[in-house]
């Protein structure tokens, strides 16, 4: 649905999603029906609940040891801070957080490209 530009469909369906994988206690795939939310809010310009979305999901994946899902979720933010709120500074310590678990836990990938998030914060 999010492909074919319906985010509000997709938003019931993502909802749904994550709350029958929470009653399963399939913790990976909750976090990554937030992460959907999250951009289908972001497709229908509502930053501010994307943003508290995004801090679910890093709850939950922290809460659960969801560490690919965490360091998404705090690159996500990153750019909502810097880019949708003008916080840069706040993006910039998300991101290197992010940055810094990807590393840590050899996710090159990513580490890859969310060191093109702080280099791109950095540049303003």
Same mark, same amino acid.
Not at 8 to 17: E, G
Not at 80 to 84: K, V
């Given at each position: 649905l999010m492909m074919q530009g319906e985010p509000? *469909?997709?938003? $019931? *369906?993502?909802?749904? @999603?994550e709350s029958l994988c929470a009653a399963a206690g399939d913790w990976? $795939?909750?976090q990554n029906n937030i992460g959907f939310q999250s951009e289908a809010l972001c497709a229908m310009g509502n930053f501010e609940e994307a943003l508290a979305t995004d801090r679910r999901r890093e709850q939950i994946c922290r809460e659960h040891a969801v560490v690919e899902g965490l360091v998404i979720s705090? @690159? +996500?933010q990153a750019q909502? /801070? $810097?880019? /949708?709120f003008g916080q840069p500074e706040v993006g910039l310590s998300l991101a290197t957080e992010a940055l810094q678990i990807a590393r840590? +836990? $050899?996710m090159a990938g990513l580490a890859s490209a969310i060191a093109r998030i702080v280099a791109s914060i950095k540049d303003g």
């Open positions: 509000w *469909s997709a938003m $019931a *369906s993502f909802r749904k @999603a990976v $795939a909750v705090l @690159a +996500n909502l /801070q $810097a880019e /949708q840590e +836990n $050899a």
